[in-house]
């Protein structure tokens, strides 16, 4: 393995210096699809869920809906709240929940690796914006993905249920709302946007040199789809995919699945959780939710070309001025908090 992977860096650094620009091209269209798609998409939403949960409120403010989860999967409410969240709120946040619940001695990292088989899904602001709206060209079409994708992590969350009771120790009464709280929650979604947005800006520029060598064209004579490739490293090129009368279920199928670039985010992120079961579940997940996006197959398959957004590449700074300075204010945040850490040590 070690000297398949010098031959794979010493190719890829080979292809840097002949054609730099395809690279620099990709990592320039990545960090402008962070500032639109991924950071709005997610940032708000993961700082409200570290929040839900450091404060307590989730175990009252989604009981409505934890109540009858929980006798369905016969499940303790709190999971049911850590997994609906999860799948609500983007990839990161389930792995992130999770690794809360072990880092305070809740439930084990062997239990906690059994959740995050279901604790995993996109959520619905990009499947809809981004699978639905610019492949399909259709807001049903991406509800009906991520319906598909959500009784999918549904179907997968019975199916570890079964494999025996998941215990979670009780959480004390009393809900905080401290300052603190509040400020380690922003600060905990920095961390998360950080950890996902570079991962992706890294593996968009290793896309781009894996198209040099030709890899995309085996998928395409598979397929008849070179994209797939691509959203199977990275998810959000699944924006590439063609809206054809098989792309309803392998979007599904990708966005369950996630991406291996999602993959090394969730390791990142799930500290002392084993992961060989969730990356195991990937599989049949993303099975499940092709059969269930099958039927609407025909109804959101385009003849001729996806009906793609207008390309934010083109101009990728001219209208993030807002979205680049919460970034850089991000930044700043963990900075500070970095350096409070460190002079706590």
């Known amino acids: 393995m070690k000297y398949f992977l010098s031959v794979i860096a010493v190719i890829f650094a080979v292809l840097l210096v002949l054609d730099p620009g395809a690279a620099s091209g990709a990592v320039r269209t990545a960090v402008s699809d962070c500032l639109e798609v991924i950071v709005p998409s997610l940032f708000a939403f993961t700082v409200l869920a570290i929040w839900l949960q450091k404060s307590g409120l989730y175990r009252v403010a989604l009981k409505p ?9 016969r499940m303790d409410e709190e999971l049911c709240a850590v997994f609906l969240l999860a799948n609500i709120g983007g ?21 906690a690796g059994r959740m995050l088989c279901c604790c995993f899904g996109s959520g619905p602001s990009f499947v809809v914006g981004i699978a639905g709206a610019q492949i399909f060209g259709s807001t049903a079409a991406g509800l009906a993905l991520f319906g598909a994708c959500f009784f999918s992590s549904l179907l997968i969350a019975a199916a570890v249920r079964m494999r025996g009771e998941i215990p979670l120790k009780k959480a004390e009464s009393r809900f905080s709302f401290t300052p603190e709280d509040f400020t380690s929650s922003v600060t905990g979604g920095a961390r998360v946007m950080f950890t996902v947005c570079v991962m992706i800006v890294g593996f968009s520029a290793a896309t781009a040199l894996l198209r040099q060598l030709g890899i995309f064209s085996l998928f395409e004579r598979l397929f008849g789809n070179a994209e797939i490739f691509p959203a199977l490293l990275e998810v959000t090129r699944i924006k590439a995919v063609s809206p054809t009368a098989a792309a309803m279920p392998i979007c599904a199928a990708l966005l369950s699945f996630g991406g291996i670039c999602v993959h090394l985010q969730v390791s990142a992120l799930a500290k002392g959780i084993p992961l060989r079961g969730f990356l195991l579940s990937r599989i049949p997940a993303a099975a499940l ?4 996006a099958m039927p609407f197959s025909r109804r959101f398959a385009v003849d001729g070309i996806p009906a793609l957004a207008p390309n934010a590449s083109a101009e990728p700074f001219s209208k993030n001025a807002v979205i680049s300075a919460c970034v850089l204010i991000m930044s700043g945040i963990l900075l500070l908090e970095a350096r409070r850490s460190k002079s706590k040590e």
């Open 91 to 111: 990839y990161p946040v389930g792995a992130r929940l999770l690794s809360e619940l072990v880092k305070n001695g809740r439930i084990s990292p062997k239990d």
């Open 289 to 292: 939710s092709a059969l269930l």
């Open 65 to 73: 809906l934890t109540f009858p989860l929980s006798k369905l999967l």
